[in-house]
């Protein structure tokens, strides 16, 4: 019998080899489909879109609250100081009748993103999914669905990848999860009780129920509880469980360790050079994540798509958050900058989607460079262009050119080679369709 289940145990470890092998996942070339996707979505959304950014007469930001000083409607139980029974009664409120999984992953693969991120679970600890380990969850709510499944298989559908955003620290519904700044820190040891109870578990929970492609960890430039051990053994789980799933740097802010995926930019911050290791921006629409019904300060799309092509061109990403309305609908400001972007996406992608950055000292104002080696061994760069100008010099150092056009419409561009120099002659009508053009050098 003893003979029996060595066998068994060696046969069971066998095919679980034989399984990662198979998929031929390495922690070289894990991380090679973010590399190339460029552009993402976020989504915040949870119990904090019921309220919409106003409670009991106040309304974020709000100087008169000790607390308030911030847009973040996610934010509002703790800005606000919503009583905890009164914002866990919101469960009793919380049925998006509208929400259609499929339609909002449309969205995203029209908007031209490659990849989704949604809050599982934020800071006030309610979960998207019906928990076995916590009952503040979704489960307890007038929705009956399956929201995270649901979006799992409309991401696949589509073939996009997702994943979830985890506040593995900060929880203010556990009695021993991390708090804000401003209330009595937790003890380390209390602190401890949470991460046993119900962060490393439901981290678990979420790879064995929904397989996500990346999580998305959240901690900022401020003292944690996430030292070296706790942050090593949640990646260590991680691994274990998932091979392919990414990790974000935000783990531990002052410390994410050699073993991160890609690091994470702090809030709507832009690098001014280039990175090497894989990165991303998280960046807002408006200046709230979640859904405040008073934040009117839309973005225009081109800005966006401005922050879209600087990160490209410095080796990066960009996740463009949502915070779709409590009844499961996206804004229809959202929308429609996520159509226009979508729309120029599809025109210009090819200066987008797995292009690398152009590594030269001196490139003009208002000028972004990106490039790609084709198939055939050549090198083409795309020369992004957000504002009037007659012509363009850029130190390029190419061998022979065969051509320039404007990536979008296929329109001639005269150039002039010098040596190490090239300068484009600019078509005077270049910008009558779109406020950002491209130019391609074959």
């Known amino acids: 019998m003893k ?11 066998s095919v ?35 309220l919409g ?16 000083k911030s847009w973040y409607a996610e934010w509002i139980q703790q800005r606000l100081e919503v009583p905890a029974d009164v914002y866990r009664r919101l469960e009793e409120q919380f049925n998006p009748v509208n929400f259609d999984a499929d339609a909002w992953i449309a969205e995203v693969k029209n908007a031209g993103a490659r990849y989704f991120v949604i809050t599982a679970k934020h800071h006030d600890g309610f979960a998207l999914w ?19 499944g649901d979006l799992a298989k409309a991401c696949k559908k589509y073939g996009i990848k997702y994943g979830f955003y985890y506040s593995h620290w900060q929880d203010w519904e556990h009695p021993q999860g991390a708090v804000p700044h401003w209330q009595p820190t937790r003890p380390d040891a209390d602190f401890e009780k949470y991460w046993r109870e119900k962060s490393l578990p439901q981290v678990r929970e979420l790879i064995e129920r929904y397989d996500p492609d990346l ?5 900022w430039n401020e003292e944690t509880h996430i030292n070296e051990v706790r942050r090593d053994e949640l990646i260590a789980m991680i691994r274990e469980l998932s091979p392919k799933c990414l990790i974000n740097g935000r783990i531990s802010f002052y410390n994410p ?4 995926d890609f690091i994470e930019m702090f809030d709507n911050a832009y690098p001014d050079k280039i990175l090497e290791k894989p990165w991303q921006t998280p960046a807002t629409m408006v200046h709230s994540w979640g859904w405040h019904a008073n934040d009117f300060n839309w973005k225009p799309t081109q800005r966006m798509l401005g922050y879209l092509i600087n990160n490209t061109a410095k080796g990066g990403n960009y996740l463009l958050n949502i915070g779709p309305k409590a009844d499961g609908t996206f804004p229809s400001a959202a929308v429609h900058r996520l159509r226009e972007m979508g ?20 490139i003009p104002d208002g000028v972004i460079l990106t490039q790609k080696q084709i198939a055939s061994g050549e090198r083409v760069v795309y020369v992004g262009i957000n504002k009037q100008m007659d012509e363009v010099v850029l130190p390029l150092g190419l061998n022979k050119i065969h051509k320039c056009t404007v990536l979008e ?28 053009q491209v130019i391609k050098i074959e």
């Open 343 to 362: 729309g120029w996406l599809f025109a210009n992608g090819e200066a987008i989607y797995g292009a690398k950055p152009v590594k030269i000292d001196s």
């Open 257 to 260: 360790g050699e073993d991160i």
């Open 215 to 219: 999580f998305w960890f959240d901690t």
């Open 16 to 50: 679980c080899l034989m399984g990662q092998a198979q998929t031929g996942i390495t922690a070289e070339n894990r991380a090679d489909w973010f590399k190339e996707a460029k552009f993402g979505i976020f989504v915040h959304w949870g119990l904090y879109s019921i």
């Open 130 to 148: 019906d928990s076995k380990v916590s009952d503040f969850d979704i489960g307890n709510t007038l929705y009956k669905g399956e929201l995270l």
């Open 409 to 436: 419409t296929g329109m001639p561009v005269d150039f002039v080679q010098e040596r190490d120099i090239v300068r484009l002659i600019l078509p005077a009508k270049l910008f009558t369709d779109c406020n950002i």
């Open 3 to 13: 003979k029996l289940t060595v066998i068994l145990c060696l046969l069971a470890v």
């Open 53 to 68: 950014g106003s409670y009991n007469g106040h309304t974020l930001p709000d100087t008169t609250m000790a607390n308030g």
